[in-house]
């Protein structure tokens, strides 16, 4: 059960860009689970990866096949993530690839391969080769929503966003999907995002503007703390509308609002899916002395079991979201005294101690709410930083002691 | 339910010092809340604290105590923490000093205040003083046992350790309890510890073996990655047999065996009672190219939600193992194809990825045992370090969900 409504946009189709679902029957048979993105000549794209050791093959072969041209076509499959896999799991990734090249008459480093699923079990390549004939016929302009149900795993909604802006006189559109409710911590990426544009922006450029997007959507989102093995978040540019440029200042603004609103909306609805949530939860940390230090409060109150279950909990209990920021890496010498916490606008904490004006009674009525802002206020400096996350319930503990990642 | 056999040791009574426990009705009505330690003169006392930065009145009264001379009470009740309670919250624990050392004709300084509990709540000043009486009529020379249930908050069981060693022809006690079960991440102490023993040593050696055995055993382990408030552990020499000293190597690392041997066993008890606790778990990285690294892996293994939930399920998820490992921080340059993992004696991962000789049959077997070690071999260096953990359950939520910490 999401958080909120978690409804499918209408998408705008993106020129230049089809996508293709099919059931290759991977780890169920009948569902979908295999997605083909076809990019049209001329398409740039930037992709930005787990930071984990332990990064997945297709990981691998997507940075080395980025290194060496532009892909013309994305493949994902979701039921098995090929990652812990090894030798044989990097030979079954270059396969898929030069499969699909062939079918499509393309150099197989133009390919670039995903997968989401099962850790450490060897992709069943007979049924993923099988179903790529099937995936291709199936490439339509605007093919976003059979995508987004097709790269699930224990998602229980498909998640995307779509907007668009005016850019000297053109229509520019941003249409992307996501995936992702456990193991979620994205480190540079999310579990799997794929966002598209029809502007025309140079690779370079590209990197910068999904990068500096991930770092206030992906990369301030936490479900239980667990960085994947296969994050991986990909935006293509189809070259079809207008050009973005750096010495553009107005095109690139404009651009750039555009697409963080899409992937703050898809980060967000991970979060509201997270697996077992029952509440969304917006931790905001301001008067911080530097950025670092304001993230590693939001993060250490984001990920702690405590504070996490008194959210599931409806419990207002401010000991434990203090004792979580006093226990922060770098907060050694925070000043208990100075620190002010909000419940929404509810005043909880201040001096460092309960606020004199709160109830039980105010707080609980904001701890029945299944949408909930922490304001924690650290009196040191002027950064602030908001990451998102979601509770820890008894659902959570019953869907990982049953789902093998 | 406790992990494995949790029975209180026969104590040794420890020389010089008495122990009484009484029932103040802090927090419910009836139970034993209220326990004071009587130091006979001449003893010498250290003790190590929290590193939160939010910690506790009594954990700053503490140390300021510590710093005036040789203390000859403790005082510690269970059912409030006195933590978040600001200036009113040290006027209470002063008081407390002051009412116990008139009650027993010390100075003020020489009381040292414990609390373990509820955060910010006012503490219950007139029902913990008017007991306070009886707590020293009901001093006497072997204590421990009513004590250790006396300090108890979410615990299900008392945890005691006892040992003796000859010293010199000296017959050498030490006798400790300790408590905490949730909010466990001890960073210097676990919630409290007190141990005792009649050797004689002086404060600085007493302060710095204190230091020593915490680090391989309360600052070895973990429940949840919330450190406490309130972590205290105090070691009193009361002087009444042999002098250990730094000149005498071989007194000193008999006491130091038979020290490390009494905390790691109040230690360990922590895990066994971990909130929720199903099984016992032994972590231990190898082969790391320094101590911090391999405590880093250990500890990310540690504490994460996903390995946790596993382990609740008995699912041999190597996946999840792996995944953890490979975002801990310093580890981004792992190279996966040099780790091997082992499930007690059963070989799962070699070469980043599942052992061709694993077998799910051999790999269920040991995970079905309540007492599992999983041992992490880096092939990066020689260093190795182990902690001690519990597993994730459907209880832990439910306590965490009930109970304001």
Redesign the interface.
Known sequence: MAVGELVLPEFNPVAGLRIGTASAGIKKPGRKDLVVFELAAGSTTAGIFT?????AAPVQLCKEHLQQGSPRYLVINTGN?N????VA?LDNARKTCQVLADLAGVKSTEVLPFSTG???EPLPMDRLLAALPQALEQLTNNGWADAASGIMTTDTKPKGATASCEINGQHVVISGIAKGA??I?P?MATMLGFIATDATIDSVLLKELLKQAADVSFNRITI??????NDSCMLVATGQSAKISVEDTAALQSFTACLQQVMQHLALSIVRDGEGATKFVTVQVEQAATTAEALEAAFTVA????VK??L??S?A????I??????APG????D??SVTVYLDDVLL?E????AASYTEDAGSAVMQQTEITLRILLGRGKATETVWTCD???D???I???Y??
Not at 83 to 86: C, E, H, M, R, S
Not at 224 to 229: F, K, L, P
Not at 303 to 306: A, D, E, G, R, V
């Open positions: 930071l984990n050791a332990f990064c993530a990652a812990g896999t090894g799991g099962v850790i450490g456990g193991m911590k480190n239980d703390g667990d960085t994947s093995t990920h702690s079991p405590l279950t008194a599931y909990a419990d209990n401010w000991g434990r203090l004792a979580a920021v006093g226990r907060l050694e010498s925070l208990v005294s904490v001096q460092g101690g309960r820890f319930s008894h959570y503990v019953t990982n002691a049953d093998r990642t």
